[in-house]
């Protein structure tokens, strides 16, 4: 079993007697209603202020009565995370620096499309991971995030795109693919995933909340169990060796103990299909003989995809983008012996919101950070 972090409130200023609603989901905010002395139902009225019309101030519930009002401004607030910093990248993909405690913040990152919006929602500040190709891996790691953090950041993105549930639905999907692990922060991202999930929340389908995981193999059999959601793992290599140099993690759960968990997700949900999420980096993992590693894995999950990506620099990295050439190889070879591939276009990249850039800012408690930037200075480079 992996120990969780506890996690904190992330706004300083809010009062420590009062209570925020956006650290419940339904079952739970009907037994805080309870407690208060309140008809469970009572809780139902106000979640549909929260997330149907975005309302955070008790007063602008007209359905709910005066005392009741009156009771949750004494007891309660609505307290998503403060946005430090809005970007918007020329192809209209948006990046928020949402403040957290201590000096703290978290990024969360929207991408719009003709058909769909996307909205990536981080799990924990920093990350206890380290993959070596991923700019959040460098930061270290502070702590895990409060359920309002994880919502909260759905939240504000929602508020600030006008995002109306049921009449303007700006954002269709969400992807836990953010800073941070999600399987490392179970209990109070599985509560977030299930405001996004409930009509009463954000009212998304099971398919349009995915949760990214670098492959923490006890959690990946939990969550089947408990949420309907959709599943996604950070593979990046089809061999063990080349996978632990990149995602550490896969020596404590190697390929063969992935694949079994992935293939007891499949057989528990026959009608959902594993993505399998894969970074380009050349001359690392981008070679024929890649795709044939590849091509050997996804045939023990046939009914699984491949979503290829190429990587995405960050100051201070040695990796490199796998040129076009060989992106279209890999993926021309993989589709050749029938495995179903995506590749996924960059966006965002000019604001440094694409897959595998997120930093934010992080109090570090691994030392990590200060490792990397010794790295870099030693090579004469300068973090940014």
């Given at each position: 079993?992996?120990?969780?972090v ?7 200023t ?23 002395g ?23 519930m ?13 007891s ?12 918007v ?84 999907n969400v ?85 079994a ?70 993926q021309?070879?993989?589709?050749n ?48």
């Open positions: 079993m992996v120990n969780q506890a996690a904190t409130t992330s706004d300083p809010a009062p420590a007697d009062k209570v925020n609603l956006l650290d419940f989901d339904r079952e739970g905010l009907r037994d805080f209603f309870t407690q208060i309140e008809k469970p139902y009572r809780a139902e009225q106000v979640m549909k202020w929260i997330y149907h019309h975005l309302e955070d101030d008790f007063e602008k007209t359905d709910v009565g005066k005392a009741l009002r009156a009771k949750l401004e004494a309660c607030y609505v307290g998503p995370p403060k946005t430090l910093l809005e970007k990248a020329t192809d209209g993909t948006h990046k928020w620096l949402l403040g957290m405690d201590r000096g703290n913040a978290v990024e969360a990152v929207y991408i719009p499309e003709p058909t769909r919006g996307t909205l990536c929602v981080s799990s924990q500040i920093g990350c206890a991971l380290a993959c070596t190709f991923c700019s959040t891996g460098t930061q270290g790691f502070n702590r895990n995030l409060a359920p309002s953090e994880v919502i909260g950041q759905m939240w504000v993105a929602a508020k600030q795109l006008g995002n109306i549930t049921h009449q303007n639905r700006r954002i269709t992807v836990m693919m953010g800073m941070g692990e999600p399987l490392l922060n179970f209990d109070n991202v599985t509560t977030a995933m299930s405001l996004m999930r409930d009509d009463l929340g954000f009212g998304l389908a099971s398919k349009r909340v995915t949760l990214s995981t670098a492959g923490l193999v006890p959690m990946i059999d939990k969550l089947s169990e408990t949420i309907d959601v959709s599943l996604a793992v950070s593979l990046h290599a089809a061999n063990d060796e080349l996978r632990t140099e990149l995602v550490p993690l896969n020596k404590r759960y190697p390929l063969a103990e992935l694949t968990a992935c293939q007891r997700w499949v057989a528990r949900k026959p009608r959902t299909s594993i993505t399998f999420e894969y970074t380009l980096m050349k001359g690392i993992n981008d070679q024929p003989e890649h795709a044939r590693q590849l091509i050997k894995f996804m045939r023990k999950l046939p009914t699984c995809k491949v979503n290829l990506i190429p990587f995405n620099p960050f100051p201070g990295t040695r990796y490199e983008r796998s040129d076009a050439q060989a992106i279209h190889a890999f021309t070879l993989l589709l012996a029938g495995v179903l591939t995506m590749l996924r276009r960059t966006r965002g990249d000019d604001i440094d919101a694409a897959c595998g850039q997120l930093k934010g800012q992080v109090l570090d408690r691994t030392r990590r950070q200060a490792a990397f930037r010794k790295r870099l200075e030693e090579g004469g480079i300068h973090a940014a």
